[in-house]
């Protein structure tokens, strides 16, 4: 299968994934991670995106982000890759790149995907074997989502929002989802959207991303019905 362009289109999430080079370690230390989060926050101020989820893995990071403008995404791992690596590198004495040589990304469609992504980003230490439930790992998202935790790096999608009335409402609408396992084949969506750079919805979401871009996207091939197209 193919590598398909990366798409990021203003108002509209993404799901994007940057791994470390040669799947090595790109934290060390907590302070490490710590770092990562002001540098992250300092790149979403100043380039224009909103951020919904994350997961710091110790090879890899997983964003569910809403850009701003159309490059917002690729200013904030440009940055992220300079200021973040050049700390690495100092602080252990190492030399070449931290991260491989492009992130991986894909648009997602709100009315069907959103949520699930945001379990899907959240869960990863869980089936990492890392932890046993998602609250225990404290680089990610879920304990201001799941558990009401401030986390000024985050602002909730009106998604998220739509949960409840109230903080903790919301709260518990959403540790309620994680009562459900995933769907094979939304994992199976989100893991090829992503990979492949791209997007994953509706037939609805489909046009909204043609009518956005000013050009028709290829249909998915005949077959078992899929929500990932081309």
Excluded at 49 to 76: F, K, V, W
Aim: aromatic share 10%; charged share 25%.
């Amino acid at each position: 299968m193919s590598r398909q362009t990366r798409m990021y289109i203003p108002g509209i999430p993404a799901h994007v994934v940057q791994r470390g080079h040669n799947r090595k370690a790109c934290f060390f230390a907590d302070n490490d991670y710590v770092l990562y989060k002001e540098v992250l926050a300092e790149a979403l101020g100043r380039y224009g995106g909103s951020l919904h989820a994350y997961c710091l893995m110790s090879n890899h990071i997983h964003l569910l982000l809403t850009p701003l403008y159309e490059d917002s995404i690729q200013r904030i791992f440009q940055h992220m890759g300079r200021q973040y690596a050049q700390h690495i590198n100092q602080s252990y004495r190492r030399t070449g790149a931290l991260w491989e040589g492009r992130h991986r990304g894909s648009l997602v469609c709100e009315d069907n995907y959103l949520l699930a992504c945001y379990r899907y980003i959240e869960l990863n230490p869980v089936n990492a074997g890392m932890v046993v439930m998602p609250e225990d790992y404290c680089w990610s998202s879920y304990r201001a989502n799941g558990c009401g935790a401030v986390d000024d790096l985050l602002t909730p999608h009106q998604n998220y929002k739509d949960l409840g009335k109230t903080s903790k409402e919301r709260c518990f609408a959403y540790r309620e989802l994680f009562q459900t396992p995933l769907a094979d084949q939304d994992i199976h969506d989100i893991r090829v959207a992503t990979k492949t750079n791209r997007w994953v919805g509706d037939a609805r979401f489909q046009e909204r991303l043609e009518n956005a871009l000013g050009r028709k996207l290829s249909i998915a091939k005949p077959g078992r019905p899929s929500l990932i197209k081309k």
